[in-house]
């Protein structure tokens, strides 16, 4: 049978129209229209910032990081280098060359503990490695546990016997320990091996000192300054021993060095005040005094000694002041010297009661210690001060305080 096809008719049937799927669809493709249009609009706007020097900053690789640390560190900024050095480390945990430098700035800064910390870790990653060997050795000698330092130090120079940094610890701990032909020894191998180490040449001068060379020594800390210009304990190490030897005005050169490297260096600014006293410039040994305090208003020393020059000017307010911040900061260096001056300095100025009671507190702690003598007689004068002045009423004829008899004790001449 054939079929006829009517050919009024489209050969394929238009489908069935659905309203709402086509508004779907077509919303649909708007969005996606939209979306599109945006991610372009945003890659051309982040292009242009980008051309334009405003794009986001990229977070600095490790590697970069510890360039810019060993530039500060080389700038004389030693906390900032070791900040950043820390960021490096706690990207990179197990890169012992990262380690082991974040380890020695530690050591620059103080912070023994951390740095040996560090050279055990390094120990962990690889148990040969010098490097671990040498942090844990050198922050042992910081912390005045050279006996732990030494084995320590001569396993790593089993390891690499060209590893300087190791001569140095050695060097240091042999001088603490009264091995001074060893200690000369070792600095001397060092040097041998590299003769620039600033670090050795400043042990070595550590050494030479022990035995008397200090015209050798003041050469070879000369010359650790010329390599690492901006390392300041050395700068302070050299003027020490300029003032031991009498060479003021060489002294007070080195401390201007250091504060021109680093105007607001606290330390410096005292180490100045001392050596101006020393030689009899008290107006400007007291401007460094006060200076110091300034920027550091919590070191002991520092208010002792400016409390000290106040004093002796009859300036008694300002040394009554002074003395009771001393006071309350000291952990126990200056605290009887501090206390006993309190004491003076409120009955100079017209406070018996309280001049009394600070110097008899005074006089037990100074009874109490072997070194105390002669505090025990300066606060006897001011007691027997009060005790005489007419000023001072309700003392009048008043003795002091009789010297206690120290119990046989443990804790007895303390």
């Not at 942090?135 to 390891?159: D, H, K, N």
């Amino acid at each position: 049978m054939q079929i006829k096809r009517d050919y009024s008719q489209p050969f394929f049937r238009e489908p069935k129209r659905h309203p709402i799927r086509n508004i779907i669809v077509a919303a649909i493709m708007g969005l996606l229209l939209g979306l599109g249009i945006l991610s372009q609009w945003t890659l051309l706007e982040n292009t242009a910032d980008t051309l334009m020097g405003n794009g986001p900053t990229p977070t600095p690789l490790p590697s970069e990081l510890a360039t810019r640390a060993t530039q500060l560190m080389f700038a004389g900024d030693l906390e900032g280098a070791a900040e950043l050095m820390k960021k490096v480390v706690s990207e990179r945990p197990d890169n012992p060359s990262y380690l082991y430098e974040y380890g020695a700035l530690l050591n620059d800064i103080g912070h023994y503990e951390e740095a040996y910390d560090l050279g055990a870790q390094i120990i962990d990653l690889n148990a040969r490695d010098v490097r671990g060997f040498a942090l844990e050795a050198s922050s042992l000698v910081l912390q005045g546990q050279t006996s732990a330092a030494i084995p320590i130090a001569l396993s790593g120079l089993e390891l690499n016997p060209r590893f300087t940094s190791l001569y140095t610890t050695l060097t240091r701990a042999y001088v603490e320990t009264s091995r001074w032909g060893d200690a000369l020894d070792m600095a001397e191998r060092g040097l041998s091996i590299d003769p620039n180490d600033p670090s050795l040449s400043r042990a070595y001068a550590y050494a030479l000192q022990s035995v008397a060379e200090y015209d050798l020594a003041i050469t070879y800390l000369e010359q650790s300054i010329e390599l690492r210009p901006t390392f300041l304990p050395t700068y302070f190490e050299l003027a020490g021993l300029y003032l031991s030897r009498n060479e003021d005005q060489a002294a007070i050169d080195l401390y201007d060095r250091i504060l021109a490297i680093e105007p607001r260096n606290a330390r410096a600014m005292l180490r100045q005040c001392l050596a101006y006293r020393k030689v009899g410039e008290f107006a400007r040994a007291l401007g460094f005094c006060e200076d110091s305090v300034v920027n550091d208003g919590t070191d002991p020393e520092a208010l002792f000694q400016l409390g000290l020059l106040y004093y002796r000017d009859r300036r008694f307010q300002e040394s009554r002041d002074t003395f009771a911040q001393c006071v309350e900061y000291d952990i126990g260096t200056y605290d009887l010297s501090c206390l006993y001056r309190l004491g003076l300095s409120h009955y100079y100025t017209g406070d018996c009661d309280v001049g009394w009671d600070y110097l008899q507190e005074s006089l037990v702690i100074a009874q109490a210690r072997a070194d105390g003598q002669a505090a025990v007689d300066n606060i006897r004068q001011g007691l027997n001060a009060i005790a005489t002045d007419p000023n001072c009423p309700g003392y009048s004829g008043r003795l002091p305080t009789p010297s206690p008899i120290p119990e046989e004790t443990e804790e007895a001449g303390i």
